[in-house]
Protein backbone atom coordinates (compact mmCIF):
# COMPACT_ATOMS: atom_id res chain seq x y z
CA UNK A 1 0.00 0.00 0.00
CA UNK A 2 2.72 2.09 0.84
CA UNK A 3 4.36 1.64 -2.24
CA UNK A 4 1.44 2.81 -4.56
CA UNK A 5 1.26 5.73 -2.40
CA UNK A 6 4.75 6.85 -3.55
CA UNK A 7 4.24 5.57 -7.10
CA UNK A 8 1.26 7.80 -6.76
CA UNK A 9 2.95 10.38 -5.41
CA UNK A 10 5.85 10.47 -7.95
CA UNK A 11 3.51 10.19 -10.93
CA UNK A 12 0.63 12.62 -10.09
CA UNK A 13 2.69 15.65 -7.92
CA UNK A 14 4.60 16.72 -11.12
CA UNK A 15 1.92 16.92 -13.69
CA UNK A 16 -0.28 18.11 -10.88
CA UNK A 17 1.44 21.29 -9.86
CA UNK A 18 2.74 21.87 -13.57
CA UNK A 19 -1.01 21.87 -14.63
CA UNK A 20 -2.31 23.97 -11.11
CA UNK A 21 0.14 26.02 -12.32
CA UNK A 22 0.00 26.51 -16.23
CA UNK A 23 -4.18 27.03 -15.21
CA UNK A 24 -3.56 29.82 -12.59
CA UNK A 25 -1.32 31.54 -15.06
CA UNK A 26 -4.00 31.48 -18.27
CA UNK A 27 -6.93 32.73 -15.45
CA UNK A 28 -4.54 35.62 -14.73
CA UNK A 29 -3.97 36.44 -18.01
CA UNK A 30 -7.02 36.17 -19.13
CA UNK A 31 -8.50 38.46 -16.12
CA UNK A 32 -5.96 40.98 -17.30
CA UNK A 33 -7.14 40.81 -20.54
CA UNK A 34 -11.21 41.17 -19.69
CA UNK A 35 -10.17 44.11 -18.01
CA UNK A 36 -9.64 45.30 -21.49
CA UNK A 37 -12.59 44.26 -22.93
CA UNK A 38 -15.95 46.65 -23.00
CA UNK A 39 -18.35 44.94 -20.98
CA UNK A 40 -20.70 43.52 -23.45
CA UNK A 41 -17.87 41.25 -24.29
CA UNK A 42 -16.35 40.51 -21.05
CA UNK A 43 -18.82 37.00 -20.32
CA UNK A 44 -16.48 35.51 -23.42
CA UNK A 45 -14.80 32.43 -21.60
CA UNK A 46 -10.85 33.12 -22.63
CA UNK A 47 -11.59 36.62 -24.44
CA UNK A 48 -9.47 38.18 -21.95
CA UNK A 49 -6.54 35.62 -23.49
CA UNK A 50 -7.16 36.19 -26.61
CA UNK A 51 -7.70 40.34 -26.49
CA UNK A 52 -4.43 39.75 -24.28
CA UNK A 53 -2.37 37.42 -27.81
CA UNK A 54 -3.64 40.27 -30.22
CA UNK A 55 -2.08 42.57 -28.35
CA UNK A 56 1.16 40.95 -28.97
CA UNK A 57 0.98 39.64 -31.87
CA UNK A 58 0.49 43.63 -32.79
CA UNK A 59 3.37 44.96 -30.68
CA UNK A 60 5.54 42.32 -32.93
CA UNK A 61 4.15 43.56 -35.80
CA UNK A 62 4.58 46.92 -35.20
CA UNK A 63 8.24 46.75 -34.12
CA UNK A 64 9.55 46.41 -37.22
CA UNK A 65 8.21 49.74 -38.35
CA UNK A 66 10.56 51.88 -37.77
CA UNK A 67 8.52 55.15 -35.81
CA UNK A 68 7.21 52.09 -33.67
CA UNK A 69 10.76 50.94 -32.51
CA UNK A 70 11.87 54.90 -32.24
CA UNK A 71 8.38 55.37 -29.66
CA UNK A 72 9.28 52.79 -27.66
CA UNK A 73 13.24 53.34 -27.41
CA UNK A 74 11.76 56.90 -26.45
CA UNK A 75 9.51 55.50 -23.49
CA UNK A 76 12.17 53.19 -22.56
CA UNK A 77 14.62 55.72 -21.71
CA UNK A 78 12.10 57.52 -19.88
CA UNK A 79 11.06 54.69 -17.84
CA UNK A 80 14.85 53.96 -16.95
CA UNK A 81 15.13 57.20 -15.45
CA UNK A 82 12.79 56.14 -12.55
CA UNK A 83 14.99 54.50 -10.12
CA UNK A 84 12.69 52.37 -8.40
CA UNK A 85 10.92 51.34 -12.20
CA UNK A 86 14.17 50.90 -14.02
CA UNK A 87 15.47 48.27 -11.74
CA UNK A 88 12.14 46.30 -11.89
CA UNK A 89 11.94 46.92 -15.62
CA UNK A 90 15.22 45.89 -16.75
CA UNK A 91 15.15 42.44 -15.00
CA UNK A 92 11.98 41.63 -16.53
CA UNK A 93 13.59 42.26 -19.57
CA UNK A 94 16.10 40.11 -19.01
CA UNK A 95 14.22 37.45 -17.84
CA UNK A 96 11.78 37.88 -20.82
CA UNK A 97 14.89 38.03 -22.89
CA UNK A 98 15.94 34.87 -21.63
CA UNK A 99 12.81 33.36 -21.55
CA UNK A 100 12.11 33.50 -25.50
CA UNK A 101 15.66 32.65 -26.35
CA UNK A 102 16.88 35.70 -27.57
CA UNK A 103 19.63 35.26 -25.13
CA UNK A 104 21.05 32.60 -23.30
CA UNK A 105 21.74 32.96 -19.69
CA UNK A 106 23.95 30.40 -18.63
CA UNK A 107 27.01 30.35 -21.10
CA UNK A 108 28.76 27.79 -19.23
CA UNK A 109 28.68 24.70 -16.52
CA UNK A 110 31.74 24.96 -14.23
CA UNK A 111 32.75 23.56 -10.72
CA UNK A 112 33.75 26.17 -8.08
CA UNK A 113 36.14 25.20 -5.24
CA UNK A 114 34.53 25.65 -2.06
CA UNK A 115 36.48 26.71 1.06
CA UNK A 116 38.08 23.65 2.41
CA UNK A 117 34.95 21.55 1.73
CA UNK A 118 34.67 20.65 -1.51
CA UNK A 119 33.35 21.66 -5.07
CA UNK A 120 29.60 23.40 -6.03
CA UNK A 121 28.43 23.42 -9.40
CA UNK A 122 28.21 27.22 -10.86
CA UNK A 123 26.75 28.60 -14.04
CA UNK A 124 28.71 31.28 -15.96
CA UNK A 125 26.49 34.60 -16.54
CA UNK A 126 28.90 37.25 -17.54
CA UNK A 127 32.07 37.05 -18.62
CA UNK A 128 32.74 40.84 -19.47
CA UNK A 129 32.89 43.23 -15.97
CA UNK A 130 34.38 46.26 -17.33
CA UNK A 131 30.76 47.54 -17.78
CA UNK A 132 30.42 47.43 -13.99
CA UNK A 133 34.18 48.93 -13.43
CA UNK A 134 35.15 45.42 -11.81
CA UNK A 135 38.69 44.05 -12.88
CA UNK A 136 38.91 42.47 -16.23
CA UNK A 137 40.41 38.75 -14.68
CA UNK A 138 36.60 38.11 -12.78
CA UNK A 139 33.56 36.87 -13.89
CA UNK A 140 29.93 36.29 -12.72
CA UNK A 141 28.95 32.51 -11.75
CA UNK A 142 25.45 32.05 -10.54
CA UNK A 143 25.67 28.62 -7.69
CA UNK A 144 22.28 27.21 -7.83
CA UNK A 145 21.24 26.20 -4.61
CA UNK A 146 19.62 22.72 -4.03
CA UNK A 147 15.64 21.81 -3.81
CA UNK A 148 15.17 25.10 -4.21
CA UNK A 149 14.88 28.04 -6.59
CA UNK A 150 17.72 30.78 -6.02
CA UNK A 151 21.25 30.80 -5.86
CA UNK A 152 24.25 33.02 -5.03
CA UNK A 153 26.13 35.22 -7.31
CA UNK A 154 29.66 35.19 -6.93
CA UNK A 155 32.21 36.79 -8.89
CA UNK A 156 35.63 34.90 -8.73
CA UNK A 157 38.43 35.09 -11.11
CA UNK A 158 38.12 33.03 -14.63
CA UNK A 159 41.30 30.87 -13.94
CA UNK A 160 39.65 29.55 -10.93
CA UNK A 161 37.05 27.62 -12.42
CA UNK A 162 36.68 23.82 -14.12
CA UNK A 163 35.07 23.75 -16.76
CA UNK A 164 32.36 20.52 -17.21
CA UNK A 165 31.29 18.65 -20.03
CA UNK A 166 27.40 19.37 -18.76
CA UNK A 167 24.27 20.80 -20.27
CA UNK A 168 22.80 24.18 -18.66
CA UNK A 169 19.50 21.95 -17.92
CA UNK A 170 21.40 19.00 -16.79
CA UNK A 171 23.10 21.04 -14.28
CA UNK A 172 20.01 22.98 -12.82
CA UNK A 173 18.12 20.03 -12.93
CA UNK A 174 21.07 17.93 -10.85
CA UNK A 175 20.76 20.68 -8.44
CA UNK A 176 17.15 21.27 -8.26
CA UNK A 177 16.85 17.41 -7.41
CA UNK A 178 19.98 17.87 -4.65
CA UNK A 179 22.11 15.55 -6.89
CA UNK A 180 19.38 12.90 -7.27
CA UNK A 181 18.67 13.36 -11.08
CA UNK A 182 21.42 12.01 -12.52
CA UNK A 183 20.01 11.25 -16.01
CA UNK A 184 19.13 12.86 -19.11
Same mark, same amino acid.
Given at each position: ????????????????????? @?????????????????????????????? /? /??????? @??????? +???????????????? +????????????????????????????????????????????????????????????? +????????????????? /?? +??????????????????????
Amino acid at each position: MWRFLQDGMLVAFPVIVTVYT @GIYLLKLGNLVGQMMLPDRFSHFRGGGLLV /L /LLLVVLA @GLLWSWP +PFRHGVGYCERKMLRV +PAVSSYYRVVKEITRSAIGKKDPFTQVVLVQEAGCGKRIGLLTAQQMEELHLPKQLVAVYL +PFGTQLGGDLLLLPKES /LE +PVDMTVEAALRFCMTAGVSVKD
